[in-house]
């Protein structure tokens, strides 16, 4: 080879990516949350395979799907007929280069007295340090798994930012199943979609990619996310497919709370606001099925509703969260009629559930709690509730906001129904709630 050859050849090598171990790997799910498990992750080889088991000898083999993306190959292999709750060893990669081995825990067979912990936040974007603070906060609340309700990047449309967010969140997104709704900046060249593994609608709409809207359920809860970027319209696809899937829920003798996420939030005091048009569309329909917990990002502080129905705040009405606080620029916490507790602050929120309970915290980035909300079943099971419920006449909610004032960046407060009694509309579509939640 002669030296021009072998100059060319070097400066070649060094152009190209770097051949090393397997990078961006994240855990999600495309199938039953506790018997599969979706392993994705980019890597400079063509082909490559999951290797899992119940140690580090592994013993057992998926082979991934794999297809050329952005300079590498992109990997997904699902995983299927695990054990539920059950802990599992895992690497993926080839044998040119295998992943460091890591675990996995699957979820518990489905059944009304199941208890987990799962993890909420969104608006990653922008500051990486206020990121990686809050994935670290994550991690030592140990969920289950993360529910992110977008705005993971600041340009969805750029690889870069997506690998940013990647280098950041893989200590917890390759040990803890992550699933996200789709925030506004997130759009643009299907970068999305193309690199998480989200569960799929059925049947398909023209319109909507295929994992832009979907539910699942894990342990004693349903969860759905829906997709606002854009929203469609009243009465299309989407909302079709969600009016039959939390009717299907509510039907089902083991799902005790539901939960829905999306990005933009109907209840709002931030510098974006309420998106009342999807308060005025989905709304109805979360009280109609008895939804206990909407989870909203875009407005970048800490927001909890009062239990609201209809527009007004109404004791065991849908509780609307607005958690935008994972890294995005902060924005100054307002307050409105309908805010129980608001704080400008980088955060997640822990979630506990039980058959009984379904507690909330709302920490910093530190762990400190700020807020707490505790929703109590209004049909209690038999067994003693791992956490205890109301007391006699009480509202099914407790809650445990930081008085106002306890720090300069705090805003709280609650407030009444907005100066009068609910409406008979709320209070018939209150019955309708309790009625509804019985039969689960």
Known sequence: MNARVFLLLTTL??????????????????????????????????????EYGSDASYGQVKAAVSAAYQGSYLHEAQVTGLSPGTSYHYRCGSAASWSADRTFTTGPTPAAGASFRFAAFGDSRTDDAARAQVRAAVQRSQPAFAIDSGDLVDSGGTQSYWDGWFATMEPLVSATPFVSAAGNHDMGGGLFFAQLALPRHVPTAAGYDDEAYFSFDYGNTHFVVLFTEPAGTSGDAQDQWLEADLARAASDPDVRWTVVSFHRPPYSSGEHGSDTGLRQRWGPVFEKYGVDLVLNGHDHDYERSQPMV?????????????TGGAGAPLYTAGTSAFTAFSRATHHFVEVDVTANTLTLEARDVDGNVFDTLTLTH????????????????????????????????SAGGGCGLGGGAATLSSLLAIAGIALLRRRR
């Open 13 to 50: 090598a060094a152009a190209a990516p770097a051949l090393a171990a397997p990078s961006q790997v994240h855990l999600g799910w495309q199938g039953p949350t506790d018997t599969t498990m979706t392993v994705t992750w980019r890597s400079t080889e063509a082909t490559g395979s999951v």
């Open 310 to 322: 209809g527009g007004q705040r109404a004791e065991g009405g849908v509780t609307y969260v607005v």
């Open 378 to 409: 209004p049909s209690p099971l038999a067994e003693t509730p791992a956490t205890p419920g109301p007391t006699p006449g009480g509202s099914g909610q407790t809650e445990t906001p930081v008085p106002p004032g306890a720090g300069a960046a």
